[in-house]
T-cell receptor
Framework: GENVEQHPSTLSVQEGDSAVIKCTYS??????FPWYKQELGKRPQLIID?????GEKKDQRIAVTLNKTAKHFSLHITETQPEDSAVYFC?????????FGTGTSLTVIP | DAGITQSPRHKVTETGTPVTLRCHQT?????MYWYRQDPGHGLRLIHY???????DKGEVSDGYSVSRSKTEDFLLTLESATSSQTSVYFC????????????FGPGTRLTVL
């Protein structure tokens, strides 16, 4: 089955700086890659996604890039704010199953 | 968020006891999923359903069974709960299949003593 690895596991940045979280996947058949944000005690919420026929997607301060050849995708958050502090999960979808990374705990220091 | 609910939200039970968790959605989504979330493991898929009475196993299905008799309800059963099944359980729904967005329920915290 699919194996998704996510790095780093923890990340601290100063407010206003950029944050980058990286994920790799193993199954070339995976074709959908969502990113979720989970605040403490809350449910995961989708923040951005990308499909395998697209290399990059941006939504305001958030962007995701996908390199199918290298089997990795990344989340970029610019101009970070304290409310961006949360755990972020990447995922890869293959044949009806979603495989999640182990999460990155992002702390934005005011 | 109101389109998908879980019950109960918290449960404490004893080893060997059967437990059923319920997921209910009001969005008429075809796909429903059950995950468990544990520290260091992220979210792991237990079972999923792609229609009424159509289910399939996920990554960590041992010890769990599911049923879907109606579009809106997806039940997760632990036939004989073990301490290793202490976890937070999330259900999710999606509409168009494997490449569609998943919307998560609020979660159920299960403790098996």
């Amino acid at each position: 089955g699919e194996n998704v690895e996510q790095h780093p596991s923890t990340l601290s940045v100063q407010e206003g700086d950029s944050a980058v979280i990286k994920c790799t996947y193993s199954d070339s058949a995976s074709n959908y890659f969502p990113w979720y944000k989970q605040e403490l005690g809350k449910r995961p919420q989708l923040i951005i996604d990308i499909r395998s026929n697209v290399g990059e997607k941006k939504d305001q301060r958030i962007a995701v890039t996908l390199n199918k050849t290298a089997k990795h995708f990344s989340l970029h958050i610019t101009e970070t704010q304290p409310e961006d502090s949360a755990v972020y999960f990447c995922a890869a979808s293959d044949e009806g199953q979603f495989y999640f990374g182990t999460g990155t705990s992002l702390t934005v220091i005011p | 968020d109101a389109g998908i609910t879980q019950s109960p939200r918290h449960k404490v039970t004893e080893t060997g006891t059967p437990v059923t968790l319920r997921c209910h959605q009001t969005e008429n989504h075809r796909y429903m999923y059950w995950y468990r979330q544990d520290p260091g493991h992220g979210l792991r898929l237990i079972h999923y359903s792609y229609g009424v009475k159509d289910t399939d196993k996920g990554e960590v299905s041992d010890g769990y069974s599911v049923s879907r008799s109606k579009t809106e309800d997806f039940l997760l059963t632990l036939e004989s709960a073990t301490s290793s099944q202490t976890s937070v359980y999330f259900c999710a729904m999606g509409s168009a299949g494997v490449t569609d967005t998943q919307y998560f329920g609020p979660g159920t915290r299960l403790t098996v003593l």
